[in-house]
């Protein structure tokens, strides 16, 4: 009985029958047991390296809110007293005014170049 190269092997020797019969019989099944268990432990540890991945995503988004929140409420002062003091009639070369006014469009400037900078440092 020729088995025509089914089994892997291109010869039609004895070696060629036994490893047929092996995989007809299931003699094999340890190996094949092996092989799904080394496979199974592959993808469970591909699938810890995407969770932290994700998660490590997650914590830097929620701390760049966290910190353009905080850029936010602090400014809130420098805005008000902008606003106040242009409405009421200020002068913009008025110190007061002035120093606001650059504390106004400093922080958000310095904000935005460390965010771009995260941003760059995590692509590359």
């Given at each position: 009985?020729?088995?025509?190269?089914?089994?892997?092997?291109?010869?039609?020797?004895?070696?060629?029958?036994?490893?047929?019969?092996?995989?007809?019989?299931?003699?094999?099944?340890?190996?094949?047991?092996?092989?799904?268990?080394?496979?199974?432990?592959?993808?469970?540890?591909?699938?810890?390296?995407?969770?932290?991945?994700?998660?490590?995503?997650?914590?830097s988004r929620s701390?760049?809110?966290?910190?353009?929140?905080l850029v936010i409420?602090?400014?809130?002062?420098?805005?008000?007293?902008?606003?106040?003091?242009?409405?009421?009639?200020?002068?913009?070369?008025?110190m007061a005014t002035?120093?606001?006014?650059?504390?106004?469009?400093?922080?958000?400037?310095?904000?935005?170049?460390?965010?771009?900078?995260?941003?760059?440092?995590?692509?590359?």
């Amino acid at each position: 009985m020729k088995s025509g190269g089914t089994s892997g092997n291109s010869g039609s020797g004895p070696e060629s029958d036994r490893d047929l019969l092996s995989a007809l019989t299931g003699t094999q099944a340890s190996h094949d047991r092996a092989v799904a268990y080394r496979t199974r432990r592959v993808v469970a540890a591909s699938l810890g390296v995407m969770r932290d991945q994700k998660e490590g995503g997650r914590r830097s988004r929620s701390m760049a809110l966290a910190s353009i929140l905080l850029v936010i409420l602090a400014m809130g002062p420098f805005v008000w007293r902008v606003t106040d003091d242009v409405i009421g009639g200020e002068h913009w070369s008025d110190m007061a005014t002035q120093s606001s006014l650059w504390v106004c469009i400093l922080v958000p400037a310095v904000l935005a170049a460390a965010l771009v900078a995260g941003w760059l440092r995590r692509d590359s």
